[in-house]
């Protein structure tokens, strides 16, 4: 009988600690603002962050049209696209959490030369994926929110491609600028965008969706921009 009653108590202590590591559904949750304070801080501001991100590539891709680097403008319209969707992905999770954003408050978005958009671009990039990400998935960890954490991990992961695409920028805006220029323009690219998390390649995966495992349907190719 003792020997029972101990594994039964050894039965509950282990589903404690397992209902500890679950991510509590919305449904159970009867305050989620209160709940969910630092996820709903950190999403909002996320939030705000990739709709200004969307809209500097998206100036920076016209500002490159009109310094005649289609090819330049093509990459920043493939960031833009991701931009777009990680956007997306965090309002939705806000609005079921009853959260309204507002995106008045964007400010203007400074564009100067291309040579100066793709350097800024670039720090912005390496902030991001460095210091930005790992401190906002550290601040929601405790409130497991599964949505929250799986589509910042998302955008984290597209930034990390998104650095991967323009790691050779950094030097080429200084004194290689040119060479960096005719390399694009002699080189055709293809991205392709996954609509579900951002995720952006310059080849379609074969069956799934690298960082979501969506499969490749939800994938969309980003056309060359016109001048």
Known sequence: MEATSRRRFLVWIGAGLAALAIPRPLWAVEDPKAAYRETIAV??????????SHRRYDAYKKQALKDGHVNIAHLFAAMADSESVHEKRFSEI???LGVQVETT???????GSTRENLKYATDIELSEIDVRYPEY???????????ALKFISYAWKSEQQHRELIKDIQSGTGIFFGMLVER?????????????????LTV???EKCPVCAFPVSWYK?????EL
């Open 43 to 52: 999403l909002t501001m996320l939030y705000h962050g990739e709709v200004e």
């Open 105 to 111: 408050s964007v400010p203007d978005i400074q564009v």
């Open 94 to 96: 806000l609005a079921k």
């Open 184 to 200: 694009f323009r002699s080189t055709k690219v293809r991205y392709f965008v996954c609509h579900h998390c951002g995720s952006t």
């Open 137 to 147: 998935l550290a601040r929601i960890r405790d409130e497991k929110h599964s949505d």
């Open 221 to 225: 190719e980003i056309k060359l921009p």
């Open 204 to 206: 379609m995966p074969e």
